[in-house]
Nanobody, 127 residues
Framework: QVQLVESGGGLVQAGGSLRLSCAAS????????MGWFRQAPGKEREFVAS????????DTEDSVKGRFTISRDNAKNTMYLQMNSLKPEDTAVYYC????????????????????WGPGTQVTVSS
């Protein structure tokens, strides 16, 4: 059974940094494309970044490009999101997601592309 658990969220001042982790179990991790999404109160869940099975292809939403970096370590079954220069509008619950992929270069960017989700971790950026 696939399990995803996020960690690393918290409260940070604007301009600060956080590193989120997503640990996967019950999977052959390298068979899965992975993504980060976020959901602010009263808003729909939105795409943040995704990474291909091998980590060779990345996709990042425009509003976080240059500030957030997605990466993965297949040997550790873990995905990361390094978040720098955080802004109050980055405040949200952040979710990691996984989907089995045949392609090694695909980086899914829609909620509906993913089959498995973690419970989320809260990120709060104060002004």
């Amino acid at each position: 059974q696939v399990q995803l658990v996020e960690s690393g969220g918290g409260l940070v001042q604007a301009g600060g940094s956080l590193r989120l982790s997503c640990a996967a179990s019950g999977v052959i991790f390298s068979n899965y494309g992975m993504g980060w999404f976020r959901q602010a109160p009263g808003k729909e869940r939105e795409f943040v970044a995704s990474i291909s099975r091998s980590g060779g292809r990345l996709d990042t939403e425009d509003s976080v490009k240059g500030r957030f970096t997605i990466s993965r370590d297949n040997a550790k079954n873990t995905m990361y999101l390094q978040m720098n220069s955080l802004k109050p509008e980055d405040t949200a619950v952040y979710y990691c997601a996984a989907t089995v992929l045949r392609s090694t270069i695909t980086t899914p960017a829609r909620v509906g592309h993913y089959n498995y989700w973690g419970p989320g971790t809260q990120v709060t950026v104060s002004s």
